[in-house]
T-cell receptor, first 117, second 112 residues
């Protein structure tokens, strides 16, 4: 149980285009979903936290107008990278938890590798 | 914000050897989590620790929550090829917060 999927697994796009990444909890309802970014040989950095039906909370330094997050249902959150540029190329990983309490386990998706040409 | 530093940064060992790595924090943590990330995949939770001094095992893996609450250790016994990957410690970003801060990672490579 507790499976999280992401789609697509890989995407290559031209500079200036927008890319949407989906994160789904397959067998549980996710009250909270998290979006992380990971550059090569680096750790995971939290970008934003989203709760179903409300606006996402972005970490300092993350542009909310560039990284649009929508958490429309308890099983789906989307991250849209708008007007992507080569420096946005990274590994984007989502996670989901069943509640928003402290210490609740986050289940991670397999990640989406974005390459912007 | 809080920082988690992992040591060593990378390890090259032979199959069958035991592995030890640690994670230290600049501030107190109330939960320590250890994850493993395979190349091109998301992290998978290995062990969760919730109490200072706690020692928890998961198969060949053993992790300990440091008494000072500022560190944690992960040991892998009798390493096998599938242990290759990056190991991350993680904990709540701030006390009472569900957001996680991840450590810098330890990359484990097994030499044939």
């Amino acid at each position: 149980g507790a499976v999280v999927s992401q789609h697509p697994s890989r995407v290559i796009c031209k500079s200036g285009t927008s890319v949407k990444i989906e994160c789904r909890s397959l067998d549980f309802q996710a009250t909270t979903m998290f979006w992380y970014r990971q550059f090569p040989k680096q750790s995971l950095m939290l970008m934003a936290t989203s709760n179903e039906g409300s606006k996402a909370t972005y970490e300092q330094g993350v542009e909310k107008d560039k990284f649009l997050i929508n958490h429309a249902s308890l099983t789906l959150s989307t991250l849209t990278v708008t007007s992507a540029h080569p420096e946005d190329s990274s590994f984007y990983i989502c996670s989901a938890s069943q509640t928003s309490g402290v210490g609740d386990t986050q289940y991670f998706g397999p990640g989406t590798r974005l390459t912007v040409l | 914000g809080q920082q988690l530093n992992q040591s060593p940064q990378s390890m090259f060992i032979q199959e069958g050897e035991d592995v030890s790595m640690n994670c230290t924090s600049s501030s107190i943590f109330n939960t320590w989590l250890w994850y493993k990330q395979d190349p091109g995949e998301g992290p998978v939770l290995l062990i969760a620790l919730y109490k200072a001094g706690e020692l928890t095992s998961n198969g060949r893996l053993t992790a300990q929550f440091g008494i000072t609450r500022k560190d944690s250790f992960l040991n892998i016994s009798a390493s096998i090829p599938s242990d290759v990957g990056i190991y991350f410690c993680a904990g709540p970003a701030n006390f009472g917060n569900e957001k996680l801060t991840f450590g810098t990672g330890t990359r484990l490579t097994i030499i044939p």
